[in-house]
Each structure stands twice: as structure tokens, then as C-alpha cells.
């Protein structure tokens, strides 16, 4: 894991959750030799959104086994109030940057916008996620470990229907704040949780 393969340590960075309701917004680093790009490719990693939930974590497993290294950094849901979900979303991908080891020569990081402040070269690709291995990596570990995450605050917070959405906008969640109002855990600045919750 901490082999350094020169110009070769590239990260793809994504995150995931930037339009759910309820808990952070979690990005993935991800460092992978270019030697398992090609198995990776005929593995079927793309796009987190295209692949089953099933595909998801069989791969991400794969990835986290063969990756030089993966990091997940969040920014919080009172983080996300504080600071917006655009700068919340880049916080992230920085916290999970900074931990990689060894660190990365480049990284490239999904969407029009550079992580600020980051003394690592860097290159944007919008729809990189489609573009890029790396990145599709990315963005299949980071759905993961969201997706893991959201399951297990679901029994804290059993009244949203968190399994099933994720955290996201469905009509069940939105009837468990209509009658319980927002937890600790939702993101007070999204209109569906300031307006449910004086209900």
C-alpha cells in the first residue's frame, strides 16, 4: 500500500449525497495502480448510479482490496447548514484527499469546480464519474459507505425510512418529518426540512 509508483498516483475523488435530506455528505479518495485499471474496466466499474446496489458493494470491496489506498472524508449535516451543500460537498473530498498515503501526484476530481486550498495538482472533469476509472471507483466506495451508514442511523432515527431512501426526498420520508419533525441528523437549510418542520 505505501509502494510509491511515481507519476502514476493518481486519486479519483467523488462524493455522494449532496441532494439528500438527512446526514452528511460523504467523499471518496481512491489511489489505483494503473495496472488494475483493465480489471477493474472488465469487473464493470462505472458510474455508482448505474450499477445495482449488489454490483455496488461487490466491487467496492474488489477496489478496497487491490486501491493503493481509500480514504472517505464528510462534512456533517450542521456543517452542511453552516457552510452550504456546494462548500460542505468540497470539504469533503479535501478531508478525504489529506488522508491518503501515500499521498497522491494528481488528483481528479468529479464535477466543474477544484477542491480550494489544496496543495495537490488537480484536474476537474465534469461527468467524470463516466469519464474516468478512478473516479467511478470513487464514486462506487463512497455510495457504499453511505449507503452503510444511512442503514445502520436508521435505527437511531427509525421514523424516515432511511434503508429504503437513503436519506433521501420519498414520500414516506417526508410524512416521518411531517409527524415527528427533523432530527439532530437533517440538513435544517433544505427546504423540505424547514417547512415540514413548523407542521
Known amino acids: 500500500m505505501s509502494e510509491s509508483l511515481g507519476g502514476d498516483r493518481v ?3 467523488d462524493e455522494v449525497g449532496r441532494g439528500a435530506w438527512f446526514g452528511p455528505v460523504v467523499a471518496a479518495a481512491v489511489i489505483l495502480p494503473p495496472s488494475v485499471w483493465p480489471d477493474l474496466a472488465i469487473a464493470g466499474v462505472k458510474d455508482s448510479k448505474q450499477l445495482s446496489p449488489k454490483k455496488r458493494v461487490e466491487l467496492s470491496q474488489m477496489i478496497c482490496a487491490i486501491a493503493l489506498d481509500v480514504k472517505i472524508g464528510w462534512a456533517t449535516a450542521r456543517e452542511i447548514d453552516r457552510i452550504n451543500i456546494f462548500q460542505a460537498s468540497l470539504l ?5 484527499i489529506l488522508q491518503l498515503q501515500p499521498p497522491p501526484q494528481q488528483c481528479l476530481i468529479d464535477g466543474r469546480f477544484p477542491v480550494p486550498n489544496l496543495c ?3 484536474e476537474t472533469l465534469i461527468g467524470g464519474d463516466r469519464q474516468s476509472l478512478v473516479i467511478a471507483a470513487a464514486s462506487i466506495v463512497a455510495k457504499v ?4 451508514l444511512l442503514i445502520r442511523l436508521e435505527q437511531k432515527y427509525p421514523d424516515y425510512d432511511l434503508a429504503s431512501n437513503k436519506g433521501y426526498g420519498t414520500p414516506r420520508h417526508r410524512l416521518g ?13 433544505f427546504q423540505p426540512c424547514r417547512r415540514d418542520r413548523s407542521t
Not at 409527524?179 to 435544517?188: C, F, T
Open 11 to 13: 486519486a479519483g475523488v
Open 92 to 96: 469533503a473530498m479535501k478531508r478525504a
Open 120 to 122: 495537490i495538482p488537480q
Open 145 to 148: 459507505w453511505r449507503d452503510e
Open 177 to 189: 418529518l411531517q409527524q415527528h419533525g427533523p432530527s439532530s441528523q437533517h440538513r435544517l437549510s
